[in-house]
């Protein structure tokens, strides 16, 4: 199994960045996929999660700035980043999730200048 992430990157502030997620070695269509954000030192906290069926979930404080989506085709996810901010920078890491089955991506970081 092998989530890879990639499109993190320095982008100044009021930027916008996609991040995709590409999937391999697991049954995609079936997974829940997420991207979560970690910062040195705090938990790893969820953003955003789209289910099988395509509903979608984001944090509060992130709803109308993100946008998660996916592709079936394509094995993969996106994360659409808009108005960034300072406080989005993190390493940005993607989820799939089935049942018990739950597997991490490397990581992209993400770092928003001000």
């Known amino acids: 199994v092998q989530l890879q992430a990639s499109g993190g990157g320095l982008v100044q502030a009021g930027g916008s960045l996609s991040l995709s997620c590409a999937a391999s070695?697991?049954?995609?269509?079936?997974?829940?996929m997420s991207w979560y954000r970690q910062v040195p030192g705090k938990q790893r906290e969820l953003v955003a999660v789209i289910d099988s069926g395509g509903e979608t979930d984001y944090a509060d404080s992130l709803k109308g700035r993100f946008t998660i989506s996916r592709d079936n085709a394509k094995n993969t996810v996106f994360l659409q980043m808009n108005s960034l901010k300072p406080e989005d920078t993190a390493v940005y890491y993607c989820n799939a999730r089935w049942g018990a089955s739950h597997y991490w991506g490397q990581g992209t970081q993400v770092t928003v200048s001000s």
């Open positions: 070695g697991i049954a995609f269509s079936f997974h829940a």
